[in-house]
C-alpha cells in the first residue's frame, strides 16, 4: 500500500477515519487460516501512533503520567524565576542570591517560597525554607510581610496540614518565623492555622516542638494570642501562668 505525505510525516492510509479492510477472499483466507483473527470480516485496522502524535492536544491521554504537573515552585525554580541557587558546601549547603535580598519584593516572591515548604525533593524542598527564613531576615521585611497575611496564611495551612512529616515541620517553622517578624499582626490569621497543628499534637513525635512553637507564637503575638490559641488547643499552657 502506498504510503501519503501529511505534515511532514508518512503515514498510512489506511489510518484514515472510518476505513475498514474488506472481508477477504476464498483464496485469502485459506492462505491465512492459521490466524483465527485474520479471517473475522469486521476486522478493523487500528491507526499507529505517530511522534507527531505526542504534540497533538486531541491525542494526549489526560489520565497519563504526563497529568502530574510540577509544583508552582519547583515549575518556577527550574526556569530560573526564584533568584537563588543552592551552594553544596563540604558540610552543610547554603543559598547563593543573585542579588541583595533586601533589594528583592516580597510579592510574590515570599509566597512562591511558601509554597515550595510543601515541596518534598531535594534541592527545591532547601530552598524554599532557606529562601523563606533569608527573606524575612531582611530589614524592612515587616512592612513589606505584614500586607501578605491575608494571601500566606492559606498557603502556610497547605503546608501544616499535609500528611508528610517534614512538610509539616517546615510550615511550623516558617510559621515561627513569621511570627517572630509580624507579631500581633499574625493574631487575626492564628486561627486558621491552629487546626492543623491540634491534630499534629496526638503524634508523640511532634509534641513538644508544636508545644515550643506555640510558646514562641504566644511570645510574639502577645496577650491576645493566648485566648487565641487555647480556643483550639484548651490543653495549651501559657508562658505566663
Request: hydrophobic content about 35%.
Amino acid at each position: 500500500m502506498q504510503a501519503t505525505k501529511r505534515c511532514g510525516g508518512i503515514y498510512d492510509k489506511r489510518m484514515s477515519s472510518g476505513f475498514q479492510i474488506k472481508p477477504k477472499t476464498a483464496i485469502q483466507k485459506s492462505k491465512t487460516s492459521s490466524s483465527p483473527s485474520s479471517s473475522s470480516p469486521d476486522l478493523v485496522v487500528k491507526p499507529q501512533p505517530r511522534p507527531s502524535d505526542k504534540l497533538n492536544p486531541k491525542t494526549i491521554d489526560p489520565f497519563g503520567d504526563h497529568s502530574k504537573a510540577p509544583s508552582a515552585f519547583s515549575a518556577i525554580y527550574s526556569k530560573g524565576g526564584i533568584p537563588c541557587r543552592l551552594v553544596h558546601g563540604s558540610v552543610k549547603h547554603k543559598l547563593q542570591w543573585e542579588c541583595l535580598p533586601e533589594t528583592l519584593p516580597f510579592d510574590p516572591l515570599l509566597i512562591t517560597l511558601a509554597e515550595g515548604l510543601r515541596e518534598t525533593k531535594h534541592p527545591y524542598t532547601f530552598v524554599s525554607k532557606e529562601g523563606f527564613k533569608e527573606l524575612l531576615l531582611v530589614e524592612d521585611a515587616i512592612e513589606k510581610a505584614i500586607p501578605l497575611l491575608p494571601r500566606l496564611v492559606p498557603v502556610l495551612k497547605a503546608a501544616l496540614a499535609h500528611s508528610n512529616g517534614e512538610v509539616f515541620e517546615r510550615g511550623l517553622n516558617a510559621l515561627v518565623q513569621l511570627s517572630a517578624i509580624v507579631g500581633p499582626a499574625l493574631n487575626d490569621q492564628l486561627k486558621h492555622l491552629l487546626t492543623s497543628i491540634s491534630k499534629r499534637l496526638m503524634d508523640k513525635k511532634f509534641k513538644e516542638q508544636i508545644t515550643v512553637a506555640l510558646q514562641k507564637l504566644e511570645q510574639y503575638g502577645g496577650k491576645e494570642s493566648v485566648a487565641i490559641i487555647k480556643s483550639k488547643i484548651p490543653t495549651y499552657c501559657s508562658i505566663s501562668s
